[in-house]
């Protein structure tokens, strides 16, 4: 285990994994320098805890040990190519957890373009219902930094490419790749980099988990001591998969039944797909076949994914704000009919084309709002272009009930209207969950009505 006792450590970023990690530091006798943009809440608290506060400085302090550096900020960021090129350690905030982990609780790793939360917080549910001190941490809210000392017997981490790429070390018993589309372009300079970084939840893992139906999760297991598969299909022998309505297991001979697909509260094959992930990884660590059917049957959806808001006249509203990505939402739209779909945002660089004119049949209207809300009516226009299409130019808090309104208006009892953004929210909104409580509020203002 790591000592950072009287070590100068440069934690980049205050937001809730800088925190956490300065918390610890703290508590570990280390001197801790904070770096943020802003002053804020949690750096007062930092401060107040033996922190000290150094804002955004030109040059890297002197006397820095290492830096610890937040998922938010780029490989690229001035101060971490000064440390890295003055030969001063940087990591992330998963390998700074890592390194302090004890190493008999072993970790079950989730990362994937689309859908780690909720397959994370589906082997959360499995993990309890077998009876095991767990808890699902890492990208799904809760910092790993914050767990490692406490006494667990196994934990449920989700892991995004920012996180992969700077945990060198990280070795999980477990690990999968639910799926790979294009995202985060921006943060990592390339596809090439951000899969790359995906790669790393495969290293040395007892087990790699792999979704046979998606051919990135493949090709980056390639040259796994181990492989246990899963699929949408009937599974070959080794691998996991359905069979008459059930997840059947066939890792071993003779396979089992798992679950019922009925068991699975969260609509659409993807999430067919994130259960069978979390029951392949359940099952590595030994958990046994009543467990994963009373852990999915318990599992309770993280807000924001798939999630009715409300029926009004005929008309379900549906809330998918995590659909921050092409990929996410054409999962997202694949559950249901005849969509009204709401979407717009920052679209990261991705290319939505392909996309558009694979979920054209599904859509009865669009409705647009956000800072890249032409690319994707100019998409529209080339591959739908009798789908009726309105955009939502304003920015301000009542946005998204003209949004809603809007959306009312062009649905006909039997439709969905379905918020699946395809794109990330930070040009109006703090986060996707502070636009699906926009939408949420609009529906009942709406049903109100």
Known sequence: MTSYQGRTVLVAGAAVAGAAVARVLLAREAVVLVADQRESESTAELELAGARFVGLPSALPLGVDTVVASPGWRPDHPLLVA?????????????????????????????????????????????????????????????????VGTPY?????????????????????????????????????????????????????????????????????????????????????????????????????????????????????????????????????????????????????????????????GVAYVDDSKATNPHAAAASLSAYGRVVWIAGGLLKGVAVDDFVASIRDRLAAV?????????????????????????????????????VARAAGLAAPGDTVLLAPAAASWDMFSDYSARGRAFVAGVQKLAAR
């Open 367 to 403: 409705v647009l709002l956000g800072a890249d809300r032409q690319l994707l009516a100019e998409a529209l226009a080339r591959h739908a272009p009798d789908v009726p299409v309105t955009e939502v130019t304003r920015t301000d808090n009542g946005a998204m009930d003209e949004v």
């Open 83 to 147: 440390a890295a090129a003055a030969g001063i350690d940087v990591i992330g905030e998963v390998e700074f957890a890592w390194q302090l982990r004890d190493p008999a609780v072993p970790w079950l790793a989730v990362t994937g373009t689309n859908g780690k939360t909720t397959t994370v917080l589906m082997l959360e549910s499995i993990l309890r219902a077998a009876g095991l001190r767990t808890v699902a941490a890492g990208n799904v809210g809760l910092p790993l930094a914050e767990v």
């Open 153 to 313: 017997d196994v934990l449920a981490v989700e892991l995004g490419s920012p996180q992969l790429h700077s945990a060198p070390s990280l070795r999980p018993l477990a690990g999968t790749v639910l799926n790979v589309a294009p995202d985060h372009i921006d943060w990592h300079g390339s596809f090439e980099r951000y899969t790359a970084a995906k790669a790393r939840v495969y290293a040395g893992n007892a087990a790699a988990v792999v979704n046979l139906d998606d051919e990135w999760s493949v090709r980056l297991a390639a040259g796994s001591a181990r492989t246990v598969g899963f699929t949408l299909s009937a599974p070959p022998q080794g691998s996991l998969g359905v069979m008459d309505g059930v997840l059947a297991d066939r890792t071993a001979d003779p396979g089992v039944v798992l679950a019922n697909v009925s068991d699975i509260p969260v609509p659409g094959p993807h999430n067919v797909a994130n259960a069978l992930a979390a029951a392949a990884l359940a099952r590595v660590y030994g958990v046994d076949p009543a467990a994963v059917s009373a852990g999915l049957r318990s599992f309770t959806p993280a807000p924001h994914r798939n999630a009715l808001v409300s029926t009004v006249d």
